[in-house]
Each structure stands twice: as C-alpha cells, then as structure tokens.
C-alpha cells in the first residue's frame, strides 16, 4: 500500500473517530441518560480530548503518530510508544499542549528508538 493511500485512509480515520467523539459530546443533555450507572473513570472530555490528540498526531508529518499511544485522565494526556528522534517527542508534546482542555502532558511514555 503507498504511502498516500496510507496516509488517507488514516486521515479518514481520525477524521471518523473525531466526528463520533463529537456527536457522543453533543449528546450530553440527552434526557434518556440517567446517573444510575455512577462516575465514569474517562470523563466525556477526556475521550474527545483523546481523540482530538490522536487526530492532530496523525496529521502532522513530522510525527510518528500511527506509533504515539494517547490517553487522557482529567485533562492530562499521556503519551507513549518509540518516535524517531527526540524532536519528534517535542513536536508531540506541543501538538498536544495546544488542544483545548489539555491541563498538562506527560511524555515519560515516549522513548526514542531510531528505526521509527
């Protein structure tokens, strides 16, 4: 598979799972919904934030983003996975601490391995 056809068809992707975030986020006041079911550990913020990462990650060239895991708890996004280089951390880092609702990121996770 090219490269292009790689790249679009996770763009699509990421492009999929944010407007699927986004809907499930619009859909908060649903009156169906009760809080019978208690406290959820990964608020609705933090899987759009998650999302919204992740999609931005992938998008940008200068990131290995199919290789940076994402998770979010209260706002803190953790990354992890092997990048190329340690720029590559830093450019996630940003990517990352530029999405709104983020409170802070934790790239403890990223390690560097050259062969990415």
């Known amino acids: 598979m090219s490269k292009r056809i790689q790249y679009t068809t996770l763009t699509a992707a990421a492009l999929a799972l ?28 933090d899987t759009w ?9 992938l998008a940008d060239e200068s990131v290995s983003g199919l290789q940076i ?8 996004v953790a990354l992890s996975g092997d990048v ?11 990517i990352a601490s530029g999405i709104e609702g983020v409170t802070s990121v934790d790239t403890s996770g990223l390690r560097v391995n050259p062969t990415e």
């Open 69 to 76: 895991e994402v998770e979010t708890v209260n706002g803190v």
């Open 18 to 45: 944010l407007l699927a975030g986004g809907s499930v986020v619009a859909n908060d006041d649903d009156p169906r919904t009760d809080n019978t079911m208690g406290e959820s550990d990964q608020p609705m913020g």
């Open 84 to 94: 190329a280089s340690q720029a590559q951390i830093d450019e996630a880092q940003r």
């Open 49 to 57: 934030i998650t999302t919204k990462v992740k999609t931005s990650l």
